[in-house]
């Protein structure tokens, strides 16, 4: 059983929207940071946006005004909206939680496994 999984990746005109979501297995123990990251052929996966337990909230450069990024802490969920996609946005999206899986193993920072997000006309 996978313990994170994504949803909502697909393909977008230049200037539409998505919705990105990553939720925990149900069996997870806690969670601390949740992060989103994107991955282009080539080069090494960047942190796009990431928000604490306490709600402390960071974003790329590139991204900022336009994407925001929220938490549900019941249900261990994180989502990405992504308003106003422009071409450059095209990647594969992974969510990315520190987390303790079980009461019984450490924390640790575990990855989904991605979402393709194209960006295109």
């Known amino acids: 059983q996978a313990l994170l999984v994504e949803s909502g990746g697909g393909l977008v005109q230049p200037g539409g929207s998505l919705t990105l979501s990553c939720a925990a297995s149900?069996?997870?123990?806690?969670?601390?940071?949740m992060a989103w990251y994107r991955q282009v052929p080539g080069q090494a996966r960047d942190m796009v946006a990431e928000?604490?337990?306490?709600?402390?909230?960071q974003y790329a450069d590139y991204v900022r005004g336009r994407f925001t990024i929220a938490r549900d802490n019941a249900k261990k969920t994180v989502s990405l909206q992504m308003n106003s996609l422009e071409p450059e946005d095209t990647g594969v999206y992974y969510c990315?939680?520190?987390?303790?899986?079980?009461?019984?193993?450490?924390?640790?920072?575990?990855w989904g496994q991605g979402t393709q997000v194209t960006v295109s006309s």
């Open positions: 149900e069996s997870v123990f806690s969670v601390a940071m």
């Open positions: 928000i604490t337990s306490g709600n402390e909230i």
């Open positions: 990315n939680f520190y987390m303790r899986p079980r009461g019984t193993m450490p924390w640790g920072y575990y």
